[in-house]
């Protein structure tokens, strides 16, 4: 239980191109999602936090109409890397949490997509 | 400063040997405390949530100490399997979010 999945799992775009990229709880309802960043030899950077139906928040210094965010449904996130730029090459990793399931501390997380833009 | 702070490493550790890591957390509030594994290229996995009576899960040990703000993971008769790199994780104030360290690179050599 509590399987996460992201897609695309990689993927290479063309500079100033949008690619989106979804996160999925496959079985179970997730009460937040999370959007994070890693570069390579670096930690996880949370880039924000998501709850269905609602805006997510932003972590400083993550352009929010750059990385669009829409959480459409209790098991559905996206997050759209708008116009990418070389420097928007990372590892994103989604998660979810489920109160259901475990406390809000323990995080679901998905595979993660690595997005390189040439 | 860092909110959260480990040793990169790499610890390059002969395979069955015991190897210990150390992580300093800044927020005095922050009331959950984390082992995370990430192996190359892949989602990071939990090894342990860290109590403050410390726990035990086989080889893996871990302990928290309030007072100086710092955690600790040890690794007992490591595996060549356990190569990988450890991560930190506190969560920030009252909230579910989490910071991350920037991990602890471990390889076990036969």
């Known amino acids: 239980g509590a399987v996460v999945s992201q897609h695309p799992s990689w993927v290479i775009c063309k500079s100033g191109t949008s690619v989106k990229i979804e996160c999925r709880s496959l079985?179970?309802?997730?009460?937040?999602m999370f959007w994070y960043r890693q570069f390579p030899k670096q930690s996880l950077m949370l880039m924000a936090t998501?709850?269905?139906?609602?805006?997510?928040?932003?972590e400083q210094g993550v352009e929010k109409d750059k990385f669009l965010i829409n959480h459409a449904s209790l098991t559905l996130s996206t997050l759209t890397v708008t116009s990418a730029h070389p420097e928007d090459s990372s590892f994103y990793i989604c998660?979810?949490?489920?109160?259901?399931?475990?406390?809000?501390?323990?995080?679901?997380f998905g595979p993660g997509t690595r997005l390189t833009v040439l | 400063r860092k909110e959260v702070e480990q040793d990169p490493g790499p610890f390059n550790v002969p395979e069955g040997a015991t190897v210990a890591f150390n992580c300093t957390y800044s927020?005095?509030?922050?009331?959950?405390f984390f082992w995370y594994r990430q192996d190359c290229r892949k989602e990071p996995k939990l090894l342990m949530s860290?109590?403050?009576?410390?726990n035990e899960d086989g080889r893996f040990t871990a302990q928290l100490n309030r007072a100086s703000q710092y955690i600790s993971l040890l690794i007992r008769d490591s595996k060549l399997s356990d190569s990988a790199t450890y991560l930190c994780?506190?969560?920030?104030?009252?909230?579910?979010?989490?910071?991350w360290g920037a991990g602890t690179k471990l390889i076990i050599k036969p």
């Open positions: 998660s979810a949490t489920s109160f259901v399931l475990a406390s809000g501390d323990t995080q679901y």
């Open positions: 994780v506190v969560n920030r104030d009252s909230n579910y979010q989490l910071i």
């Open positions: 927020n005095s509030a922050s009331q959950s």
């Open positions: 079985d179970f309802q997730a009460t937040t």
């Open positions: 860290v109590y403050s009576s410390g």
């Open positions: 998501s709850n269905e139906g609602s805006k997510a928040t932003y």
